[in-house]
T-cell receptor, first 112, second 112 residues
């Protein structure tokens, strides 16, 4: 039972580069989320999806894009990386928020 | 505008004693409240939850209390164990949004 799988675990990007953070879940959850966690801060919602083909912005969407072509996959795209995007990124999935989220183990991204 | 606050960034407790973690919120719209636990280099894991129609929920050593009039949530761990050392986040659900809003976290250290 893999749950939520995130790749890569670590990445260093140069300013202006782009990359995609991968997220896959095998629990057939409709809801999927991307959060970022900065030091000393809580988790901030970047984007979320309520099902395949449906995505919406969260609290801090600028500089990111997402797509949801299948129930299982919810990749997060960073275009033109900036130092402010240095953070730990968590993907999560759920049947609904009251059921609790299942989180991936995170991707630690550094932009230099 | 921070809707969810955990005012204690850290807490140190002796093994066997009670740990009390607190969370305050500003908006009465929240109707489901959760606690997550996070170890270093791992994603958060769901711990315990409570709906707004209750004021207490227990699960083994963990009890969550909700005071709606004071907009205050707390997590009690009794007895505390060294393995409980982690960051604890409260998370609130606004219902129809199916999105959780997280607090900033409290680092609990249980001393042997």
């Amino acid at each position: 039972n893999a749950g939520v799988t995130q790749t890569p675990k670590f990445r260093i990007l140069k300013i202006g580069q782009s990359m995609t953070l991968q997220c896959t879940q095998d629990m057939n959850h409709n809801y999927m989320y991307w959060y970022r966690q900065d030091p000393g801060m809580g988790l901030k919602l970047i984007y979320y999806s309520v099902g395949a083909g449906i995505t919406d912005k969260g609290e801090v969407p600028n500089g990111y894009n997402v797509s949801r072509s299948t129930t299982e996959d919810f990749p997060l795209r960073l275009e033109l990386a900036a130092p402010s995007q240095t953070s730990v990124y968590f993907c999560a999935s759920s049947y609904g928020a009251t059921y609790g989220y299942t989180f991936g183990s995170g991707t630690r991204l550094t932009v230099v | 505008d921070q809707q969810v606050k955990q005012n204690s960034p850290s807490l140190s407790v002796q093994e066997g004693r009670i740990s009390i973690l607190n969370c305050d919120y500003t908006n009465s719209m929240f109707d489901y409240f959760l606690w997550y636990k996070k170890y270093p280099a791992e994603g958060p894991t769901f711990l315990i939850s409570i709906s707004s129609i209750k004021d207490k929920n227990e699960d083994g050593r963990f009890t969550v209390f909700l005071n709606k009039s004071a907009k205050h949530l707390s997590l009690h761990i009794v007895p505390s164990q060294p393995g409980d050392s982690a960051v604890y986040f409260c998370a609130l659900d606004g219902g129809a949004t199916n999105k959780l809003i997280f607090g900033t976290g409290t680092l609990l250290a249980v001393q042997p």
